[in-house]
């Protein structure tokens, strides 16, 4: 496979360069995902848009992050799942105990969170098709049927981004380090020899 550069602001393609200069004010860096999809920048547009809209949903900020860290697990993940982890716990302040249940592929202890964990995996595994007991159970919860295409917008923001940590094997960012992932064994991931 051929190998792809993480870019640096300098290094990007000029059209690319304004979105990673963001990125460095947002974050007080430029996260390695960010340079990856510079390559492409309509796909670091993308990226960012999509972000930007996911956060403009009715799901609470806690809500998103399960709905973003459900995906990256159920896609073998581990750069977005170390990302998600250290937003989760240290920007958006959710319990630890939700976030480490995601990580360990575990019931999580809020009802209607794991609600919303099950509907997101069903969405991801199933590709798009939700059996009627997940979909109940996310609408008897308190759910509304528009946030389940909210939830379809997070299943496609972050499939975006974890193709593409596959495809360019992004290395992960020393600001996520302390929540690097290690799929639980029972976990096969589908990669390539």
């Known amino acids: 496979m051929p190998q792809f550069k993480i870019h640096s602001i300098l290094t990007a393609p000029v059209s690319a360069q304004p979105l990673l200069e963001r990125a ?10 960010q340079g990856g999809l510079a390559e492409a ?8 848009e999509l972000t930007a809209l996911f956060d403009q949903t ?7 992050q399960v709905v973003l860290l459900v995906v ?25 105990a939700i976030i480490d249940a995601i990580r360990n592929l575990q019931p999580l202890p809020d009802p209607k969170l794991d609600a ?24 008897t919860v308190g759910y509304s049927r528009a946030q389940v295409l909210e939830v379809v917008l997070g299943v496609t923001l972050k499939t ?6 596959h495809i360019i094997d992004t290395p992960l960012d020393t600001a996520f380090q302390a929540e ?14």
């Not at 460095?24 to 995902?33: A, D, E």
């Not at 009715?58 to 998103?64: A, K, N, V």
């Not at 250290?86 to 302040?93: G, T």
């Not at 690097?180 to 020899?193: M, N, R, T, V």
Request: proline share 6%; hydrophobic share 35%; aromatic share 8%.
């Open 116 to 139: 919303l964990a099950n509907l997101t995996r069903d969405v991801v595994k199933n590709r798009g098709v939700v059996c009627g007991q997940t979909f109940d159970k996310f609408i």
């Open 24 to 33: 460095l004010k947002k974050y007080g860096f430029v996260p390695n995902l």
């Open 180 to 193: 690097a992932w290690d799929e639980p064994a029972h976990c096969s991931s589908q990669k390539c020899a």
């Open 58 to 64: 009715s799901l609470s900020p806690t809500e998103r």
């Open 160 to 165: 975006l981004s974890n193709y593409t940590n």
């Open 72 to 96: 990256s697990a159920e896609n073998h993940c581990s750069y977005c799942v170390a990302a998600h982890s250290m937003i989760a716990k240290h920007m958006v302040k959710a319990d630890p």
């Open 41 to 48: 920048p309509p796909a670091l547009q993308a990226y960012i």
